[in-house]
């Protein structure tokens, strides 16, 4: 969103610290920086490593965004990485906003209206049968919206209100029905009741435990960075991180290791009954 906005308004984005940058507590990306009135940072995960060179140059990025001397920007932040500055640099002072969270009225207005669903199908529930989301070309009574409501409501706790993990699994719950049931010829979908997700077992190693919390701090780290950030050797580090993929826990995505979408919430659920520093999403 940030990205999109630079781009709208004209405003350059601080250039990405690469690797060696960031294990040798470069400052030169930060004093390209200075010569600049209007700003913007998509994704601050991306400017700095949980190392202790590897925070010199955000270190540096807060105090003069805070001292004025950056001009005025704008940082998009992932909640992660978020909850983890504010334990380590301190992030006051800094005006904060977030997106609301979405409820299961907000998922069927966003499900209905998405480019690839026009027009949009009515979509059923294989628990209930009834539809979970109308076709809006169809007229459809408050009481009927209401329980479609109710639906999605589940899916929206279950992720928490998060928009991009309620896509991924109303995505790969729909199917195409083996026969068209009489709906007037309408076009319809069904939507899966379970999905099955790639749960992490209760004897995960502490190794695996704490790359899931590294990556999800950063966002996502290639091999050779996230070598660099854990305290194991680098043979452990990439077992734990070969056994997880195989698993389904992780994805490869722009040459970074992410955990997956659909595994998100079991792997939050794991890091918070061990006592991780969570985010506050």
């Given at each position: 969103?940030?990205?999109?906005?630079?781009?709208?308004?004209g405003?350059?984005?601080?250039?990405v610290?690469?690797?060696?940058?960031?294990?040798?507590?470069?400052?030169?990306?930060?004093?390209q920086?200075?010569?600049?009135?209007?700003?913007a940072?998509?994704?601050?995960?991306?400017?700095f490593?949980?190392?202790s060179m590897?925070l010199?140059g955000?270190?540096?990025?807060?105090?003069r965004?805070l001292?004025?001397?950056?001009?005025?920007?704008?940082?998009?932040?992932?909640?992660?990485?978020y909850?983890?500055?504010?334990?380590?640099?301190?992030?006051?002072?800094?005006?904060?906003?977030t997106?609301q969270?979405?409820?299961?009225?907000?998922?069927?207005?966003?499900?209905?209206?998405?480019?690839a669903?026009?027009?949009?199908?009515?979509?059923?529930?294989?628990?209930t049968g009834?539809?979970?989301?109308a076709?809006?070309?169809?007229g459809?009574?408050k009481?009927?919206?209401?329980?479609?409501?109710?639906?999605?409501q589940?899916?929206?706790?279950?992720?928490?209100?998060?928009?991009?993990?309620?896509w991924?699994?109303w995505?790969?719950?729909?199917?195409?029905?083996?026969?068209?049931?009489?709906?007037q010829?309408?076009q319809s979908?069904w939507?899966?009741?379970?999905?099955?997700?790639?749960?992490?077992?209760?004897?995960t190693s502490?190794?695996?435990t704490?790359?899931?919390?590294?990556l999800?701090i950063?966002?996502?780290?290639?091999d050779?960075?996230?070598?660099?950030?854990?305290?194991f050797s680098?043979h452990?580090?990439l077992?734990?991180?070969?056994?997880l993929?195989?698993?389904g826990?992780l994805?490869?995505?722009?040459?970074?290791w992410q955990?997956?979408?659909?595994s998100?919430?079991?792997v939050?659920?794991?890091?918070?009954?061990r006592?991780?520093?969570t985010?506050?999403?």
């Open positions: 969103m940030v990205s999109h906005w630079a781009e709208q308004q405003v350059k984005c601080l250039p610290p690469g690797f060696k940058d960031l294990t040798h507590g470069c400052l030169a990306w930060v004093e920086s200075c010569h600049q009135h209007y700003w940072t998509p994704a601050l995960e991306r400017y490593l949980r190392h590897g010199l955000i270190r540096e990025l807060i105090e965004t001292s004025g001397r950056l001009g005025k920007g704008i940082i998009g932040c992932d909640s992660w990485a909850a983890y500055l504010q334990q380590v640099i301190g992030l006051e002072g800094i005006p904060a906003v997106l969270a979405m409820e299961g009225k907000h998922l069927a207005n966003y499900f209905a209206n998405l480019p669903s026009d027009p949009c199908p009515a979509v059923y529930s294989t628990r009834k539809q979970v989301l076709n809006h070309d169809k459809v009574s009481k009927a919206s209401a329980t479609h409501y109710k639906e999605l589940r899916l929206a706790a279950h992720c928490r209100g998060h928009l991009g993990i309620a991924h699994y995505r790969n719950r729909l199917r195409q029905p083996a026969s068209r049931p009489d709906q010829g309408e979908l939507l899966l009741d379970v999905l099955a997700e790639a749960e992490l077992p209760a004897d502490d190794v695996a704490l790359l899931l919390h590294t999800l950063h966002g996502g780290l290639d050779q960075a996230l070598g660099h950030v854990l305290p680098h452990e580090a077992s734990a991180r070969f056994s993929t195989r698993q826990i994805v490869s995505a722009e040459g970074r955990v997956a979408p659909l998100y919430s079991s939050r659920q794991l890091l918070e009954s006592h991780y520093l985010d506050v999403l």
